[in-house]
């Protein structure tokens, strides 16, 4: 099945369902659905039934994805993805190594602001950071030119918080795990915008 036919198998039961809320639950790893040569996402009556159990979780108990997930290992079997993934914690070196950037590079992205350790360690999304800033670095943008982009960054963390806030005022039961999966998929929504803004402008700017 498509995207869009399982969209129409569960709005009927649950009618706020969309398919951003679907890749969203993929790109968290609690479904898998498989991919066509030409990338088109193929799910199967597997996948629905996960997606209903999933829906049906958030609605009747207020749970959190990361409690969904261990309960749908209970019943379907742990995903690959939740089973392979471990947690990144890095010493200054190991960061320095895996990310391919020099001492001086690193105390910039200190400086700056661009990432920070906790505890004298490093995570994934400072690796992320690193390296990213590393590669940038050959087309002779570093730490000091990326000011602009972590304000931008701290702009749309203001519009997750403003947009979560009503969730975490009311204090219902599971409201900590509602405004969680909320913010998560403002994130991916906020970013697939930004991508887009982006590569709108760029083929302004080549004048294409």
């Not at 969309?18 to 639950?25: A, G, N, Q, V």
């Not at 088109?40 to 108990?61: A, G, N, S």
């Not at 913010?183 to 970013?191: C, F, H």
């Amino acid at each position: 099945m498509s995207i869009g036919e399982v969209l129409a198998l569960l709005q009927g039961e649950f009618p706020d369902v969309t398919i951003s809320k679907i890749r969203f639950l993929e790109g968290e790893g609690l479904i898998e659905p498989e991919r066509s040569p030409s990338g088109y996402r193929k799910f199967t009556h597997l996948h629905v039934e996960q997606l209903r159990f999933i829906l049906t979780e958030q609605r009747d108990h207020y749970l959190p994805l990361r409690v969904i997930k261990d309960r749908m290992a209970e019943n379907f079997g742990r995903p690959r993805a939740v089973q392979t993934k471990q947690e990144v914690r890095l010493s200054r070196a190991e960061l320095l190594e895996a990310a391919g950037i020099d001492e001086e590079t690193l105390d910039e992205l200190e400086d700056y602001g661009l990432l920070a350790p906790v505890a004298r360690r490093y995570d994934e999304e400072a690796l992320k950071v690193a390296r990213s800033v590393g590669a940038l670095a050959r087309f002779g943008l570093h730490a000091r030119h990326l000011r602009a982009v972590k304000a931008a960054a701290e702009r749309e963390c203001g519009l997750v918080e403003q947009a979560v806030a009503p969730i975490l005022k009311r204090r219902a039961p599971g409201a900590i795990g509602e405004a969680d999966e909320a913010a998560r998929e403002l994130s991916k929504l906020l970013l697939d915008l930004h991508e887009a803004l982006v590569r709108t402008g760029i083929r302004s700017v080549l004048g294409r």
